[in-house]
């Protein structure tokens, strides 16, 4: 079993910055893909950026494209979301997932077998 756990999140105000967290522990390997998705009161789940699990490439939804980078540290079996120029319309619960197919990165939620409980990020304009 994975766990994953979530932190750094906060209440920042619009054009500042935050860098979330997601320790993964229950396996010693490093071979999975990682994602962060994000999901708002109301909203559907959605993608917001994704990393193979060699670090080699990296995927982003176009709203955040530029603002965020994702990265990784197998040492520490962490995956960060670096976070600029926030924007009131990121606020949501942002989650990490992890799959281990590795197959393809996935920008899909039925592409992730594991799922941290979120951590919640608040823009304020």
């Known amino acids: 079993q994975v766990q994953l756990v979530e932190s750094g999140g906060g209440l920042v105000q619009a054009g500042g910055s935050l860098r979330l967290s997601c320790a993964a522990s229950?396996?010693?390997?490093?071979?999975?893909?990682m994602a962060w998705f994000r999901q708002a009161p109301g909203k559907e789940r959605e993608f917001v950026a994704a990393?193979?699990?060699?670090?080699?490439?990296?995927l982003y939804a176009d709203s955040v494209k530029s603002r965020f980078t994702i990265s990784r540290d197998n040492a520490k079996s962490t995956v960060y979301l670096q976070m600029n120029s926030l924007k009131p319309e990121d606020t949501a619960v942002y989650y990490c997932?992890?799959?281990?197919?590795?197959?393809?990165?996935?920008?899909?939620?039925?592409?992730?077998?594991?799922w941290g409980q979120g951590t919640q990020v608040t823009v304020s304009s």
């Open positions: 997932a992890a799959d281990y197919k590795v197959i393809g990165i996935s920008n899909k939620v039925s592409g992730y077998d594991y």
């Open positions: 229950g396996r010693t390997d490093s071979r999975y893909n």
């Open positions: 990393i193979r699990w060699n670090g080699g490439s990296t």
